[in-house]
């Protein structure tokens, strides 16, 4: 593979009930993001890590969690999923050498918390 | 507090040029990104401007002022294939990414 995987592609959730999206990358990337994105609203960043072993809090991170013990991976968690959280998740990760310091994206993980 | 303003849908006509513009109030600046994002798809990077002035990049194009906090995104000769959202994003002071709602836009025959 080469790039951003995301899994599942889709999920149908009941509430309180918990979940994991998981985010593998091999590129070799230090950084690594995930956003929800909602009709009407820009990306919003729930937490991030800026390299493997730390992570950090960003604009929306109440009832999600992460964790980074590898460069390659970065799952989230819904501890207890409530229907707000019904959303589209990117995972992204940059590598802070580049010219622009882009973000590659994931295919996304559609949730829908019912 | 932290905002950044596009558009929410623009129609444009193919072979036509057509200019999609941000504005932007953040906490510090370390440069803007326009994506790309196809329905249903991942958002893909199309530009980056540090400074002030012109960028391009083949069809595409992107302008800033930071005295303005203004950018814009210029694309030409538009194609059936241009339809998508295009996304404005403002790297912070702590080099974050704040991203604009995103522009739809739609082009016709």
């Known amino acids: 593979i080469a790039g951003i995987t995301q899994a599942p592609t889709s999920q149908i959730l009941a509430a309180g009930r918990r979940m994991t999206l998981r985010c593998t990358q091999d590129?070799?990337?230090?950084?690594m993001y995930w956003y929800r994105q909602d009709l009407g609203l820009g990306l919003r960043l729930i937490h991030y890590s800026n390299t493997a072993g730390t992570t950090g809090k960003g604009e929306v991170p109440d009832g999600y969690s992460v964790s980074r013990a590898n460069t390659d991976d970065f799952p989230l968690t819904l501890a207890s999923a409530v229907p707000s959280q019904t959303s589209v998740y990117f995972c992204?990760?940059?590598?802070?050498?580049?010219?622009?310091?882009?973000?590659?994206f994931g295919p996304g993980t559609r949730l829908t918390v019912l | 507090g932290q905002n950044i303003d596009q558009p929410t849908e623009m129609t444009a006509t193919e072979g036509a040029i057509v200019q999609i513009n941000c504005t932007y109030q953040?906490?510090?600046?370390?440069?803007l990104f326009w994506y790309q994002q196809h329905a249903g798809e991942a958002p893909t990077f199309l530009s980056y401007n540090v400074l002030d002035g012109l960028e391009e990049k083949g069809r595409f194009s992107s302008f800033l002022s930071r005295s303005k906090g203004y950018s814009y995104l210029l694309l030409k000769e538009l194609q059936m294939k241009d339809s998508a959202s295009y996304l404005c994003a403002v790297m912070d002071s702590n080099y974050q990414l704040i991203w604009g709602a995103g522009t739809k836009l739609i082009i016709k025959p």
């Open positions: 590129m070799r990337h230090n950084a």
């Open positions: 992204a990760s940059s590598d802070g050498t580049s010219e622009y310091n882009e973000q590659f």
């Open positions: 953040t906490s510090g600046f370390n440069g």
